[in-house]
Each structure stands twice: as structure tokens, then as C-alpha cells.
Nanobody, 129 residues
Framework: QVQLVESGGGLVQAGGSLRLSCAAS?????????????MGWFRQAPGKELEFVAA????????YYGDFVKGRCTISRENAKNTVYLQMNSLEPNDTAVYYC?????????????????WGQGTQVTVSS
């Protein structure tokens, strides 16, 4: 079983930065490991739907971002450490949400939640004005 644990959330002032980390462990029953999974970040603000933030493929490292990101976020991965990161800059109060990382079972449609098989518990990000 793949397990994902997010960290790095917290309280930050508007205009500040945070780097979220997601550490993966374990493998599926077929032996598939973290390095072969596309990875993504989603967020959910209170009373709102889950929203795609960013994703990165497992092989080419191609990155995808949600429309709202507008250059403020960078997703990266370090397969040797089984970790994926989300660097967030110029944070705004509207970025306040629980941020989740997830491992996708397929390469297509990485902006869709149904592409993902495994999810972390989430880390809270709060941006004060």
C-alpha cells in the first residue's frame, strides 16, 4: 500500500511563501513504487470543491498547473527521496485551504481527481491578510 504524508503547511502572511512536502512510502501489490507514479497536489477550502493545483509526470517530469496558479507555484519531485514538493509564492488569503498530495494510477487527465489512487491526509495552509 502506498502511503503519502504531507508536511510544511502553516500560517503565513499574504505575500509570503511556503514549501509543502509529500513523502511516499510503500508499494502496491504489483510492486509499483513512488518513482513510477505521476503525482499531484489538490486543495480544498472550507465550503468549496476540491481543486487541482499541480501535477508532475513520473518519467518526463512534465508539469501541469491549475488556472489560478499563474506562475506562483512550482511542483517538483525527488524520486531518490520518494518526495514531491509544492513551492508556493506570493500567497493570498484565497489560498487558504487544506492541501493534499496524491499518486495517480494513470498519466492522462492529471487535473482530475479520479486519476488518483492514493491520497494523503492533507496539510493546512492559512494565509492571513
Amino acid at each position: 500500500q502506498v502511503q503519502l504524508v504531507e508536511s510544511g503547511g502553516g500560517l503565513v502572511q499574504a505575500g509570503g511563501s511556503l514549501r509543502l512536502s509529500c513523502a511516499a512510502s510503500g508499494r502496491t501489490s504489483s510492486g509499483r513504487t513512488f518513482s513510477s507514479y505521476p503525482m499531484g497536489w489538490f486543495r480544498q477550502a472550507p465550503g468549496k470543491e476540491l481543486e487541482f493545483v499541480a501535477a508532475i509526470t513520473w518519467n518526463t517530469g512534465t508539469m501541469y498547473y491549475g488556472d489560478f496558479v499563474k506562475g506562483r507555484c512550482t511542483i517538483s519531485r525527488e524520486n531518490a527521496k520518494n518526495t514531491v514538493y509544492l513551492q508556493m509564492n506570493s500567497l493570498e488569503p484565497n489560498d487558504t485551504a487544506v492541501y493534499y498530495c496524491a499518486a495517480a494510477g494513470r498519466d492522462a487527465g492529471l487535473w482530475r481527481r479520479d486519476a488518483y489512487d492514493y491520497w494523503g491526509q492533507g496539510t493546512q495552509v492559512t494565509v492571513s491578510s
